[in-house]
């Protein structure tokens, strides 16, 4: 859309594997995006002119995204909070958005005191179009005409994250960690060869490191990957941003702005990068081991066992909006039968009441809850073409006499769920039988 | 524009006297503009929502404007200047223009609160259309239709002041203290009745009420006063907002936001109204006494007494952007001519620098500055129908045996500059002679 194509430059070929990318743009075109402890004071917003500027020198066609400084979002919180906790979500976007604007000017000042040619950009000038949705809008459109222009003209637009303008006219955000979302819509909308994502970890790791010292990080890890690899990932990269990712094909770097490494050439990148699999030349056969905390198991215990059981047991849990996880079906003796599913902690109250009003229709015998439960996934999209993977799993618990639950598989995923005392020798014991431990 | 004209209500005389302003819409339509110390902090924030929910229940069509919360366009301000002393204004522009985004939004959360129905408005999304000059912009044109339909709809628009969006689509400032221009601005465009501006005193005095504890409140002043009364009033109300009251015939009254006296009947209001003179029923011969101590006199002396002097000498000032404000010519004997001047304190030097580099051309024999000097004015608008008040003036000032300088008069104004030291005593005398001392 606002690429520009240079036939006078050769076209070269960016990167030394298969990628089919842009290629025919004289300059690579990337997207930075900085968090807020990245730009949490004005040292450090000097620090990412200075790297900003770095990425110019060196050629690029930048562009940056940037939040709101640290604690800045959660003081205007605050102020909504103590007016009504009920706030009308669309002042609390009016308030709230101010965060990032007072960064993308802040920035745009440093940049342009460093001889960088620099502007700001608020969602509703881009404009980032948003559905109604006050205070987790999503984006439904960027219109990447006016920042290609910016960016073309060597200029370096400063996009104010985490907003846009939604169909009423009016400032809407996209509910927090909104501003990787923003980052990677631009990225698609500007047509970046890469989208980095400055954060204070430098990059995603095969397991959570606070849980073992020998968790590594992961060079490149597919779109799919680093979904299932949400509980480890998710205060690196939000969620929603690897969806667009992946939808749109942008390819994510994830790294951390404290260290003085930069990426320049793009065959040797610091951080984590989030791609397309094609682009993993060497697959592994697991890539991590994530866990989740926020789960509770139920157990409806002797149902008879006759068509139609599992719709009127989820039926109305569907209709309340509660997300079932995993699901296990048993049949006992005597034709009678048990399931078992787990949801999001916070569901479970609701789960038990919704249950308990539906005893007279499902007729079964006995409720058992407990959330004293950790679900533990083994991701990896070898797994697809590799057997096995499920198995060493379960050898490896056994080994530990660690009993499992409930079993969920996908493709690229194998959950278990154990007692909660288990989640860490169990992650450990996993992440060294697959062969993930650091050197 | 955006009036609404009830023909089932019968036109009503909203007030006591001659004003033939609109009468057509049943219902009385009142801009409120609320300064930064009067939505300091949250508790002031609900305290301006409790004052404007008790006029829109007395009837009243409100719509609100507001300041930053004190102190934050100061951190804003803070910040860009510390990235880069000499910073870009439209970026100035995009930080510090959240101040007022926060509290718009944070008033409606509020008033929404106690019941009342709100919506922030920013500048862009009126839009209030303004030039190109950022960080010190005018306003070019306010489209009330939005404004207007809010308010109609019984909805209350609370509009971030100080701000607009500029020719570019970029946001842009207003200056400071540009809130009160923007309220009267807005009260022309939604055709409001009056524009009551809460501020931190509660009202416009006679004098300067730390030089005299006699100076009274004006109840009523006419905006030509008001102009030339801009020494005592500058932190009451910025002289671009009493220019345009003047132009668009918006009736403004300063009030004070902490007294519990919001008006709401028009017969009997509690701060100062600055008003068109026809509306002011008794005539005062003098309003006030103001002074200036932002004052430096230039003395250019012994110069050839021939045509196009006064060319030669204000010429190059002019050029120079220098205002000149009080100018006194003096012929000797001997052909020879004294030209004597007063302007800012802060253009004394370059003043200066700009008479000696003319010294060829002007052929003067002395340059004498003195910068320790004081203007005094007393304004009135009865000056126009009665004379005698400048002679009283000399009179006062000679009984205390203090020596006039220079003098200058304009229809309802007469200014004397005096040695500095007599400043107070001077102020206090003339208070007592025309007879404004408080009982």
Not at 323 to 340: A, C, P
Request: net charge negative; glycine share 8%; hydrophobic share 40%.
């Amino acid at each position: 859309m606002t690429e520009v194509v240079s036939l006078s430059v050769p076209c070269r070929t960016v990167f030394g594997w298969s990628y089919t990318g842009i290629m025919s743009r004289s300059a690579q075109r990337i997207v930075m995006k900085f968090g807020g402890t990245s730009v949490g004071d004005l040292d450090r917003i000097r620090a990412v002119a200075a790297r900003v500027k770095k990425q110019v020198e060196a050629g690029c066609e930048v562009a940056v995204v940037v939040s709101a400084m640290a604690g800045e979002t959660n003081r205007l919180v605050g102020f909504c909070q103590s007016l009504s906790p009920l706030h009308d979500p669309a002042e609390y976007d009016a308030v709230v958005a101010t965060g990032e604007q007072v960064t993308s000017g802040l920035l745009a000042i440093a940049l342009q005191n460093l001889g960088v040619k620099a502007r700001s950009w608020q969602g509703w000038q881009v404009p980032v179009e948003t559905d109604d949705a006050h205070s987790k809008a999503r984006i439904a459109r960027i219109d990447g005409a006016k920042l290609g222009l910016c960016m073309t003209e060597g200029v370096v637009p400063v996009i104010a994250g985490f907003q846009g303008v939604g169909p009423d006219g009016r400032i809407a955000t996209l509910g927090r960690g909104g501003s990787d979302t923003s980052a990677v819509a631009v990225a698609a909308a500007v047509k970046a060869d890469r989208c980095d994502i400055y954060t204070d970890v430098d990059g995603i790791y095969t397991t959570d490191p606070r849980i073992t010292s020998k968790a590594r990080k992961i060079d490149r890890i597919s779109y799919e990957e680093m979904l299932e690899l949400a509980s480890v990932g998710a205060k690196v990269l939000q969620t929603r941003s690897v969806e667009l990712a992946m939808k749109e094909k942008v390819r994510v770097q994830v790294l951390s702005s404290f260290a003085d490494d930069s990426p320049v050439d793009d065959s040797c990148l610091p951080g984590s990068l989030v791609v397309d699999e094609d682009e993993i030349v060497e697959q592994e056969l697991v890539s991590g081991i994530a866990y989740s905390r926020d789960e509770a198991k139920i157990s409806v215990r002797r149902i008879p066992d006759c068509p139609g059981i599992a719709a009127a047991i989820f039926g109305p849990l569907s209709d309340a909006n509660i997300n079932v996880d995993m699901i296990v079906q048993s049949t006992g003796e005597d034709g009678m039968t048990n399931m078992t599913f787990t949801t999001g902690k916070g569901d479970l109250e609701r789960t038990i009441a919704i249950m308990e009003a539906a005893r007279p229709t499902i007729q079964y015998g006995q409720l058992m809850t407990d959330s004293d439960v950790v679900k533990i996934s083994v991701v990896g999209i070898g797994m697809r073409s590799h057997a096995g993977i499920a198995s060493t799993m379960f050898k490896t618990l056994a080994d530990r006499a660690i009993n499992v639950q409930v079993i969920s598989t996908s493709e690229i995923k194998v959950s278990v769920l154990i007692g909660a005392e288990y989640a860490e020798l169990a992650i450990r014991a996993l992440h060294t039988a697959y062969g993930l431990d650091a050197a």
